[in-house]
């Protein structure tokens, strides 16, 4: 199932998105009721979905990150890989959702895309062992973890560069029936691949990182993990446009622009 956030003309709702294929044209979403999470049910209203707003597909309460979870990429960033997972934070305010706006803070000389894979709990969870991991996930989404890199070098720990509006891009949705250990993702900017690996290198896999995560903290319903970026971070500029695709589950696409003061 592939579940979404709209803004449609009666409101805000969360949908199941339905059809085939990516296009918009060519689906339709329906309404659930409430929540997405357990078995949802429907209030049958739907829409195409050309005709209504993709939002962030989950209201994250927190956005926990991996660091350096690619070995290429922890070798890019000058550093050798961790032998534990590396966890930071991006606040909830930073999500935005599919076509928003990625706004360039004019204290930042330099701000990256890191295209990723995320993981969508399902349920509360607390020191979950890795061989249930599984059973906490709700599905998963694209994402990207947007990044001061200047202001990152600066401070030495990461919230800044890291946490700003806009800086944590999700969706086009949640799609809750795809294997997530051996996916292509793939960045491009402007059309140009900048990014290109595998989920099968992550170092740390999904259910290590949840077992590790949860020993640290509790995850609530709609609580989002980033699995990591693979090697090929760069800068963007305003006017540009930044696409992240992972296979099996669809490309998640934003404008970059300038904050007006």
């Known amino acids: 199932m592939r579940l979404g956030r709209v803004a449609s003309p009666d409101g805000v709702a969360f949908v199941s998105i339905e059809g085939e294929g990516s296009e918009a044209a060519s689906l339709t979403a329906r309404e659930i009721a409430e929540h ?8 049958g209203r739907s829409w195409p979905l050309a005709d209504v707003r993709m939002l962030a597909p989950i209201l994250a309460s927190k956005v926990v990150c991996i660091g350096k979870n690619y070995a290429a990429h922890a070798a890019e960033m000058g ?3 961790p032998e534990e997972p590396v966890i930071f934070m991006k606040p909830s305010t930073s999500i935005v959702g599919p076509n928003a706006s990625i706004i360039l ?11 990723e894979l995320a993981v969508v709990i399902g349920r509360p969870c607390k020191d979950v062992p890795a061989a249930r991991a599984l059973d906490v996930i709700l599905g998963y989404t694209v994402a990207n973890d947007v990044t001061a890199r200047d202001q990152q070098r600066k401070d030495g720990q990461w919230t800044r560069a890291k946490g700003y509006d806009t800086f944590c891009p999700l969706g086009p949705w949640i799609e809750t029936a795809v294997d997530p250990s051996d996916l292509e993702i ?13 989920t099968s290198l992550l170092l740390h896999d999904i259910p290590k990182l949840i077992e590790w995560v949860t020993t640290v903290m509790t995850l609530l319903p709609g609580d989002v993990i980033l699995t990591g970026t693979p090697e090929g971070v760069g800068p963007m500029r305003s006017g540009q446009q930044v696409s992240v695709t992972v296979e099996g589950i669809g490309t998640l696409t934003n404008s970059v622009a300038t904050k007006h003061r």
């Open 105 to 115: 803070p004019p204290s930042s000389s330099q701000v990256d895309y890191e295209g």
């Open 79 to 81: 550093g050798p890989a």
């Open 186 to 198: 793939v960045t491009e900017l402007d059309g140009e691949v900048k990014q290109r690996s595998r």
């Open 36 to 43: 997405p999470f357990g078995t949802p049910t429907f209030t």
